[in-house]
């Protein structure tokens, strides 16, 4: 479980401290997702780097699989234990092959040679670049480059990931390749932290946390954010077109329980 | 009055071995008054034709002409404006009024013709100079420093303004500002915008240019396309999701359905055309 308790961060000291998170509570288990939405300063990005000791809690504390992230002596264990992917995957790609690049983190673990080919290997599948591994990472599409990103942080095997905006760079078809992904390896049992501007983005995850200035002004179920367009506009979110459809056709009779919000799960809904 | 580009093709590094072709035989009229949307994958040659339309890269065929009179670097000053991808990056002077200034400045106005200039910008961009004028570009949101970086093409008064992905990376907020502001900006100038995803400005443009591969795979009148919307998929783009649901629906049901970007409107013929309405 990653935990956070009645945290508060601030940039700056003194007089010119700036806060950028107060009270925030939640916590992420394995197999788990979780949506962070949010406007632009409304403290994310601050929240996705406490999540695994880049940023250390002020007040309250963090802890992973039970260790206090603040723990000088435990840093290795958390960052192993949470990755992070950030927004432009250019920040993170190092080595000249997309192979070279995934084999990075395990080779700074000084694993032997047989295990680190068989982590890269791994990664490399899960993410959809087998046959790949030659290439120059600035040879890849946008989506690619993100998912090759990805694969270095599954490389160290973490058991939670973090994501910091993974899709606002990318062409709607990178998004919809990263999101599958990240659908995927949650799946399979990884707790996922996703930090993104775009509400269905966000609403794909069960649970969502919406910041405003600082603080949790929503933490529930996404499906209750995505059908309520009052709550969503007081939380400063503007309503998709996707879920003003979702809403018009509920309104007309069409009934709609627990239908996801993509276009071919609403068009799907529409000939039960 | 138009910017005008005819039969267009560019390719890079004609002198080195490895040669890319950006664009081939693409086409474009932006009159004044009118918003054009460009939209293209990544790598379709959408942010090369915006260079080329102002002017920083010339052309190897075709012609590009502002008003009638062919487009060089030195035309383009004053008349096409540029916002660059993540504009904000670029801002440099320590406060928002001498930022903006820069342009108008550089074009030989006088300081106090710049500095009218940058107020008027500021104001069109809603960033007036007496509230934000004196602060440091730095200490600016994400949404106002896109919009200051906006002011500073604005304040040359360009006939057109060109913007290379204007909302990308902005929250809802910023977003939203962003395209109020530009789509305003047409009543004083031609705009062009390109963008990968056209969720955003499809509704209010006047015309859209589909690249794929450098090429043009779909040109006309927005509302022609919001109307038959299989050119997006042809050019290996997404729909807007509410056009993807109704051309989803309308392949099952075997007949069009007359599309529409408004959802409540969207509802009522699906919700016809597939039987839960009669």
Redesign the interface.
Same mark, same amino acid.
């Given at each position: 479980m990653i935990r956070f308790d009645n945290v508060g961060f601030a940039y700056g000291s003194g007089e010119s401290s700036v806060p950028a998170l107060e009270g925030v509570t939640l916590s992420v288990a394995p197999g788990e997702s979780i949506g962070v939405l *949010?406007?632009? *300063?409304s403290g994310k990005s601050t929240l996705a780097r406490l999540a695994n000791g880049l940023l250390l809690p002020q007040t309250g504390r963090v802890t992973v699989e039970g260790i206090d992230t603040s723990d000088p002596a435990r840093v290795r264990d958390v960052r192993t234990t949470v990755g992070m992917v950030f927004?432009r995957p250019d920040d993170q790609i190092v080595a000249t092959s997309v192979e070279d690049d995934v084999a990075f983190g395990p080779e700074n673990l000084g694993l032997p040679r047989d295990q680190i080919r068989e982590r890269v290997d791994d990664a490399i599948a899960a993410v959809g670049l087998t046959g790949l591994e030659r290439r120059e990472p600035h040879l890849l599409?946008?989506g690619q480059k993100q998912r090759l990103a990805i694969a270095g942080a599954l490389a160290m095997r973490p058991r939670y990931l973090v994501f910091d905006?993974p899709t606002?760079?990318l #062409?709607?078809? *990178?998004r %919809?390749e990263v999101r599958d992904v990240i659908a995927r390896l949650t799946r399979e049992g990884r707790g996922v932290l996703l930090v993104t501007?775009d509400l269905l983005e966000a609403a794909a995850c069960r649970r969502v946390v919406v910041l405003r200035a600082g603080r949790v002004a929503f933490g529930g179920e996404s499906a209750t954010l995505v059908r309520d367009p009052r709550l969503m506009t007081s939380l *400063?979110?503007?309503e998709? #077109? =996707?879920s %003003? =459809?979702v %809403?018009? =056709?509920g309104? =007309?009779? /069409?009934p709609l329980d627990g239908v996801g919000y993509t276009?071919?799960e /609403?068009?799907e809904a529409?000939?039960r | 009055m138009a910017l005008r580009l005819e039969n267009i093709g560019y390719t890079y590094g004609q002198a080195s071995s490895v040669v890319t072709r950006a664009l081939a035989q693409v086409s474009l009229t932006v009159e004044a008054g009118e918003l054009v949307l460009i939209i293209g994958a990544t790598g379709s040659g959408k942010s090369t034709l915006l260079r080329v339309c102002a002017g920083l890269l010339e052309p190897q065929t075709g012609a590009v002409s502002v008003d009638a009179v062919p487009l060089t670097a030195q035309s383009a000053r004053g008349a096409v404006g540029l916002v660059f991808q993540d504009a904000e990056s670029q801002l440099f002077a320590e406060t928002v009024l001498d930022d903006v200034s820069f342009g108008p400045a550089n074009l030989g106005a006088t300081p106090q013709e710049a500095a009218d200039a940058a107020r008027r910008a500021l104001d069109a961009v809603g960033l007036p100079a007496a509230e934000f004028g004196l602060r440091s570009p730095f200490s600016l949101s994400g949404g106002e420093a896109r919009r200051a970086a906006i002011a500073g093409v604005i304040a040359m008064e360009p006939a057109y303004l060109l913007a290379d992905e204007p909302t990308a990376g902005l929250d809802a907020d910023g977003r939203r500002a962003v395209r109020e502001l530009l789509v305003a900006v047409r009543e004083k100038a031609g705009v062009v915008v390109v963008s990968h995803s056209a969720e955003e400005f499809l509704g209010h443009a006047d015309r859209v240019l589909v690249l794929m591969n450098g090429e043009c795979a779909w040109y006309g009148d927005a509302p022609s396309l919001i109307a038959d919307p299989r050119p997006f998929e042809r050019a290996g783009l997404i729909a807007p999701d509410v056009l993807a649901v109704q051309m989803l629906v309308a392949d099952r049901a075997g007949d069009s359905l007359g599309h529409t970007l408004d959802p409540e409107a969207a509802a009522r013929s699906l919700a016809l055309a597939t039987g839960w309405l009669s």
């Open positions: *949010g406007a632009n *300063g927004q599409s946008g905006e606002s760079m #062409d709607p078809h *990178g %919809r501007h *400063g979110l503007e998709p #077109d =996707l %003003r =459809l %809403r018009a =056709l309104g =007309l009779g /069409v276009p071919s /609403v068009a529409l000939w | -």
